[in-house]
Structures are given as C-alpha cells and as structure tokens.
C-alpha cells in the first residue's frame, strides 16, 4: 500500500514516488495540501540494498560467473525492484 500524507491521508502516487527515487530522493510533496515529505534514512538503506543486492548475489554467487549473470541482473531484476520499490518507501514530514 502507498504511503499516505500525515495530515490529510491522502495517498501518494506511484509516479511520485518513482520520480523521488530517479531524483536521488527528491521530498514528495502532497497533492492535496501541499506538505512536503523527506525520505527516511532506513528508505534510503533498503533501497540500495535492493538495487545492488541481487546484483551482487547474482555476479558472486553464480557457478558460472561472466557477463551473462550480470546482463540477466541489470536487465529483468533491476526493473521488477524497480517497480516495487515505490511501495516500500517511507517517509515523514519535513
């Protein structure tokens, strides 16, 4: 579920918070009444530990490491993390 506003409740956006995440966490503002929200420091941890994560796991762990591992990574599991990762982003009023 999408973050909502802590004044008003009104929800954020997907595209919102995938722009923040784009604009090295740019702070989100309300559609509704306007307050600006910050990204929390624990967002921040989580989603880089999502995005390098896998490619991490995928690169050194892999029997039969080379660039086919690492195309694999960029190309499908850096996008699906992509897509969820607005759902999982927390932040608070600046």
């Known amino acids: 579920m999408m973050q909502q506003c802590e004044i008003c409740h009104t929800s954020f956006t997907w595209k ?3 722009k923040s995440l ?3 966490y740019k702070p989100v503002l309300c559609p509704n009444c306007g307050r600006r929200h910050k990204i929390q420091f ?6 880089s530990l999502m995005i390098v994560g896998p490619l991490f796991v995928l690169n050194s762990l892999s029997p039969f490491a080379g660039t086919g591992n690492f195309i694999f990574s ?3 599991v ?3 993390v992509l897509l969820v990762l607005p759902y999982m982003m927390r932040y608070r009023l600046a």
């Not at 624990?42 to 989603?47: E, F, G, Q, T």
């Open 78 to 80: 850096v996008p699906a």
């Open 22 to 24: 784009w604009l090295a």
């Open 16 to 18: 919102q918070i995938s």
């Open 42 to 47: 624990l967002s921040r941890l989580l989603a």
């Open 74 to 76: 960029v190309l499908i």
